[in-house]
């Protein structure tokens, strides 16, 4: 199995959302690029997540939830792209993980990450959107069955995302 790190050739999935006032999770999701789709497809099915099983070298999957609502304004980003590379290149270049994917919602856009040694990769995970200025309303969160109920904010204090 090659890591997901590792691979190169991205698959662009689309859904149709349900508008509601606020999403749990990523049901506001409308297009998602993934080197791993079948990642997001069971995720969303709501099947059993283990890292291990989407990939060799990463302890979980996560990803990077920010609220959309009112842009990027003040943030040194200017879209989820320029979000995408930066962690990318910051979890690489310390040897912690990548982006393997990323995806834009009714009201949030979302950053997937392999990550490694997980205190380390989400301290500089938060420690680069924090620094960056993302919205309060971001947190790190978990695709992996045993840990969806956790996540971390990006801003201390910050409300917890909708459940």
Not at 35 to 57: M, T
Not at 91 to 107: H, P, Q
Request: proline share 6%; hydrophobic share 35%; glycine share 6%.
């Amino acid at each position: 199995m090659k890591s997901l790190c590792e691979r190169d050739e991205s698959h662009v999935l689309t859904f149709d959302p349900v508008p509601a006032a606020d999403w749990p999770r990523r049901e506001d999701l409308i297009v998602s690029n993934t080197v791993e789709p079948s990642l997001e497809n069971d995720y969303r099915s709501g099947k059993s997540i283990q890292a291990s099983h989407y990939c060799s070298v990463a302890d979980h999957l996560v990803y990077v939830k920010i609220d959309g609502i009112d842009g990027l304004e003040g943030c040194r980003f200017s879209d989820r792209a320029e979000i995408e590379d930066a962690v990318d290149e910051s979890l690489r270049s310390a040897n912690l993980g990548c982006v393997f994917g990323g995806g834009t919602g009714l009201r949030y856009s979302y950053v997937d990450c392999a990550i490694r040694k997980e205190p380390t990769a989400l301290a500089r995970i938060v420690e680069l959107l924090r620094d960056a200025g993302l919205p309060r309303r971001s947190w790190v969160l978990f695709f992996d069955t045993d840990r969806q109920a956790d996540w971390i904010a990006i801003w201390p204090g910050a409300d917890a995302p909708p459940v």
